[in-house]
């Protein structure tokens, strides 16, 4: 479910992706539910493709958006982005402890919180392991 959640760069917000098209990908706002398309010079992320930095490594964002969902018993977070940084990271911190406090800036905290609030406001809040595709071949 998550990997069909895309960040557009240059837009605001998270865009489930409808269709492919010639050149482009057909994309609707979380937000409003508006249809734009994604063009090849927009950089687009599915959120199945990100991490975050810990010090072992990196998690899967979906691996910390359950960890948030746990920890708020599936509501939106008690800080905003609004709320000071400190405040953000502090929470953050009880989400995942093990971070990597360096390499995780105040604006990928903000971000989260952003992002994890939208998918649980719009009801996309299926952060299971995607399923590995079968291979065909055997």
Not at 26 to 53: H, N
Not at 72 to 95: C, L, N
């Amino acid at each position: 479910m998550i990997e069909r959640i895309l960040a557009i760069s240059g837009k605001p917000g998270l865009y489930r992706l409808v269709s492919r098209g010639k050149n482009m990908l057909i994309c609707e706002s979380l937000a409003d539910g508006r249809r734009c398309p994604a063009l090849q010079r927009d950089k687009v992320l599915s959120l199945g493709d990100i991490a975050m930095y810990t010090v072992d490594g990196e998690l899967p964002l979906n691996t910390v958006f359950a960890k948030a969902k746990a920890l708020t018993g599936g509501k939106i977070a008690p800080v905003s982005t609004k709320d000071p940084a400190d405040a953000q990271r502090a929470w953050f911190a009880e989400v995942m402890p093990e971070y990597d406090a360096d390499r995780v800036h105040a604006g990928d905290i903000k971000k989260f919180i952003q992002w994890y609030n939208l998918l649980v406001e719009t009801g996309n809040d299926d952060f299971s392991e995607p399923k590995p595709a079968e291979n065909a071949a055997e």
